[in-house]
């Protein structure tokens, strides 16, 4: 293998930058030229090729976002797209693709794996919601954001003495609210995985009232029934029975943007050198992932057919710790 091609896609995560720069200079010690693609799967279609030396990732380690930036690309799910991936991919004579993302950028990893060209996926999502890895790259750095704003919501809360809704990312996946809400010390946690009956959270929020606390915090996941709006709007005619005036904040995705902090500095870079080793054995068509601490390799046809599920004393904590 003489040439491989990196590329980001789907949503931004802190840390992808290091996986990129990891990508750029194990393949270039590998003797390998080593090209980006712009604009993910867009810029995969478009022929938006570039070559990374190891000096043209300098300083981009401690960038948020993507240096290789991300575009959607409806026209990369039909054949014709494919296709014309895979003449891109030929004309710039690229041996093997490493593609940074979560399940949609893993699902296109898999379309041209099957497609009979060499690819391997890094798992990187804020969502944490790939299957074939413990953690994704980005997501402890978002937990951190979360945590900081909840700490600060808090201080808030308890001087005015308030509930407030924190709602999180996690459209179908409450990873980031479950753990957030743990850290954060919520009295509730509403997530898409469980049904939550509002009355319940009421309840909630109101026994904090009682037991004398000067504040109460509930996290929601985005993608829940029952997100902050609508937990809101569900009470606001019924704020004294709550005992606190409820306020909401949706962090949206200032959760995705800043600084990758160390945890996740580490793992793109070992992950970035996981992909490369991949295609140097000749393994492809795998996911690598982290998997108690170690570096694994999930088939994309194993990634793509299965759902991450949390785990259920996680879920079954965070609602004793609540009380």
């Known amino acids: 293998m003489k040439r491989i091609a990196v590329l980001t896609s789907g949503g931004d995560a802190p840390g992808m930058n290091a996986a990129i720069r990891a990508v750029v200079r194990v393949g270039i010690e590998a003797k390998m030229d080593v090209y980006g693609v712009n604009r993910g799967y867009a810029g995969l279609v478009g022929g938006n090729f570039v070559?990374?030396?190891a000096r043209d990732?300098?300083?981009?380690?401690?960038?948020?976002?993507?240096?290789?930036?991300s575009a959607r690309?409806?026209?990369?799910?039909?054949?014709?797209?494919?296709?014309?991936?895979?003449?891109?991919?030929?004309?710039?004579?690229?041996?093997?693709?490493?593609?940074?993302?979560?399940?949609?950028?893993?699902?296109?990893?898999?379309?041209?794996?099957?497609?009979?060209?060499p690819v391997v996926g890094i798992a990187s999502t804020i969502d944490n919601d790939l299957y074939g890895s413990d953690i994704t790259i980005g997501v402890d750095t978002a937990l951190n954001v979360i945590l900081e704003a909840i700490d600060r919501l808090k201080i808030t809360a308890s001087s005015h003495e308030r509930?407030?809704?924190?709602?999180?990312?996690?459209?179908?996946?409450?990873?980031?609210?479950?753990?957030?809400?743990i850290a954060g010390g919520?009295?509730?946690?509403?997530?898409?995985?469980?049904?939550?009956?509002?009355?319940?959270?009421?309840d909630e929020i109101r026994s904090a009232y009682e037991r004398g606390k000067n504040h109460?915090?509930?996290?929601?996941?985005?993608?829940?029934?029952?997100?902050?709006?609508?937990?809101?709007?569900y009470f606001s005619d019924n704020h004294e029975r709550l005992g606190f005036e409820l306020r909401v904040t949706i962090l949206?995705?200032?959760q995705r943007g800043g600084t990758p902090g160390a945890f996740d500095r580490i793992l793109a870079s070992r992950l970035g050198e996981a992909a490369v080793d991949a295609l140097v054995d000749g393994e492809t068509g795998v996911l690598v992932g982290l998997a108690n601490d170690q570096?694994?390799?999930?088939?994309?046809?194993?990634?793509?057919?299965?759902?991450?599920?949390?785990?259920?004393?996680?879920?079954k904590l965070a609602a004793v710790l609540a009380k």
């Not at 990732?57 to 930036?69: A, D, M, N, R």
């Not at 494919?82 to 991919?89: E, I, N, S």
């Not at 996290?219 to 709007?233: F, P, R």
């Open 51 to 53: 070559q990374l030396r």
């Open 57 to 69: 990732v300098s300083g981009i380690l401690e960038k948020g976002g993507s240096f290789l930036q």
């Open 73 to 117: 690309c409806p026209e990369f799910k039909t054949e014709e797209g494919q296709m014309k991936a895979l003449h891109m991919l030929r004309e710039y004579g690229i041996d093997g693709l490493v593609v940074i993302g979560g399940n949609g950028s893993q699902t296109g990893s898999y379309a041209l794996s099957k497609r009979g060209f």
């Open 163 to 181: 509930a407030f809704v924190i709602e999180v990312m996690g459209r179908d996946c409450g990873y980031l609210a479950l753990m957030a809400g």
């Open 186 to 202: 919520a009295e509730a946690v509403i997530i898409p995985e469980v049904e939550t009956d509002p009355e319940l959270v009421a």
């Open 216 to 233: 109460a915090l509930v996290v929601v996941a985005e993608g829940a029934k029952y997100n902050a709006t609508k937990l809101a709007s």
């Open 252 to 254: 949206g995705h200032v």
């Open 295 to 315: 570096i694994v390799r999930t088939p994309l046809e194993v990634v793509n057919s299965r759902k991450k599920a949390l785990d259920p004393r996680v879920v």
